[in-house]
């Protein structure tokens, strides 16, 4: 643990992430970790942000050499099942054949139409031009063309459909447009080796809700990867999460995480609460998940009703056993953070994925995807969640499928990436100056992203 981390238990003895969440026992290896090393503190220009030239470069040298969650492998089961993801103007159309999962360009060989379109996901035996019929099979191997005679000059063997890298991990489908990129499974670090205890592959995307946002994907991102703010745009949350006490790592050049806890209030929290009052209270997470409010047995924590009520009602739906999964397993907010532009939460009681990507090709505007995952049945009877979406002006409590607390939370959120959008084009600083420890994840997104933008791998 370096000299950040030292001050932050200085700042708040006793009330660090870790000494919470130890408060109801030892905490699993992977939690104990604390990384967060020295890091250059300088300014990060604000032209990352607003200038057409950046964004440009973004596309080119950096999203098309990243792996990029794009779906669920429920979206994407059986053979012919399909599924379309767009970055930019770069369209993906993720197929599943009898040979597995396939992915392509979102093109006719044609003359370019779209195959499929975007925000879509279906079944279909081939994969059909809407334009012209050129056809092709689900292997991307072309299947017929009308009026073939009139091809006498087309290579069929090179008709093949361009492919795009897709691999897939933990239930998440990812792909790249580098053909020379290193495995999925090597791009994620550490990830894989966090993530042995938590198990995704056997749950499904309940909800999935979609929002357009007033300003650039990494502004809007980077509100998920500090709580800095909470204490003055979110001050309803202050009694029942904690917020500048968080632990914030930096764990390898892709991946980094907060840990925050639930049914604990922040630092900057006057109303001492009551461990009742907390669970009473406690209205952050994925209260379908939770259950019921019970009582605090004395000498207790809400944070230990909490998690035991999750295990008992996971046991008994779903035939799932978190015996031996920590109370922060099953309850706290565990964001880890794939670069570029996905957040994963593998906590049983909030269990989230999250992505944030440019709206379109507008560097001023971006697209926020929020997928709830539940655990499958028993009987594996289910309906993956269709995507609900809204727009900038629309509010997130319009969304029937969302917690009200929590849409008013990203309502909120909202409101301030707009200002900010404003503020950045108005600065005459034209820099933003970030924090020691709160803002560190931050800082080494744009050190790892600024390496791609300059051409190193």
């Known amino acids: 643990m370096n000299d950040i981390q030292q001050i932050m238990r200085d700042r708040y003895p006793g009330n660090t992430w870790a000494d919470v969440a130890r408060r109801d026992g030892a905490l699993p290896d992977v939690l104990a970790l604390q990384s967060n090393p020295d890091q250059d503190l300088s300014d990060i220009p604000f032209v990352r942000y607003t200038d057409q030239a950046w964004f440009e470069a973004e596309m080119e040298r950096m999203w098309q050499r990243t792996w990029q969650f794009a779906c669920r492998d429920e979206h994407v089961a059986e053979p012919g099942d399909w599924f379309v993801y767009d970055i930019g103007r770069l369209s993906v159309l993720i197929v ?39 056809s092709w099979n689900l292997d991307g191997s072309l299947k017929s063309i009308p009026c073939d005679f009139e091809f006498p000059h087309l290579e069929v063997a090179k ?23 290193a495995p999925l499974v090597e791009y994620l670090e550490v990830l894989p080796d966090h993530f042995r205890n938590w198990d995704l592959t056997g749950w499904y995307v309940a909800t999935h809700v979609r929002k357009h946002l007033p300003g650039n994907w990494k502004l809007a991102m980077e509100a998920f990867m500090e709580a800095y703010h909470t204490p003055y745009v979110h001050p309803e949350m202050t009694n029942v999460v904690g917020d500048h006490n968080m632990q914030h790592d930096v764990l390898s050049r892709h991946i980094s995480r907060d840990l925050c806890a639930m049914a604990s209030p922040s630092p900057t929290s006057q109303a001492g ?76 009681g909030l269990c989230l994925v999250q992505t944030f990507r440019p709206d379109g090709h507008d560097r001023d505007r971006a697209i ?6 539940h ?10 969640g269709e995507m609900e979406e809204i727009g900038e002006d629309d509010s997130f409590a319009g969304v029937e499928s969302m917690d009200a607390f929590l849409a008013s939370v990203l309502d909120q959120d909202t409101d301030i990436m707009r200002m900010q959008r404003e503020g950045m084009y108005a600065s005459g600083k034209g820099a933003q100056t970030l924090s020691l420890y709160q803002e560190s994840r931050i800082r080494h997104f744009h050190k790892t992203l600024g390496e791609y933008v300059e051409g190193a791998r």
């Open 96 to 134: 599943k054949s009898e040979e597995g999962l396939k992915a392509f360009r979102n093109s006719c060989l044609h003359r370019g139409t779209k195959l499929k379109p975007s925000k879509a996901c279906g079944w279909s035996s081939d994969i059909t031009c809407p334009f012209h019929n050129w």
């Open 159 to 181: 008709s093949h459909l361009v492919e795009v890298r897709c691999e897939m991990w933990n239930g998440m489908v990812f792909v790249n447009f580098d053909a020379d990129a």
């Open 273 to 348: 609460l009551s461990e009742q009052d907390l669970l009473d209270m406690m209205l952050v997470g994925d209260g379908k998940m939770v259950g019921e409010r019970a009582r605090v047995p004395e000498g207790k924590t809400a944070r230990w009703v909490m998690a035991e009520q999750l295990r008992a009602s996971m046991k008994e739906q779903y035939g799932l056993d978190y015996s031996a999964h920590s109370v922060p397993e099953m309850i706290d907010s565990l964001k880890y953070h794939v670069f570029p532009n996905v957040m994963i939460y593998p906590a049983p």
């Open 368 to 373: 926020f995807d929020q997928y709830v995952l």
């Open 375 to 384: 655990p499958r049945p028993r009987d594996d009877h289910y309906e993956v």
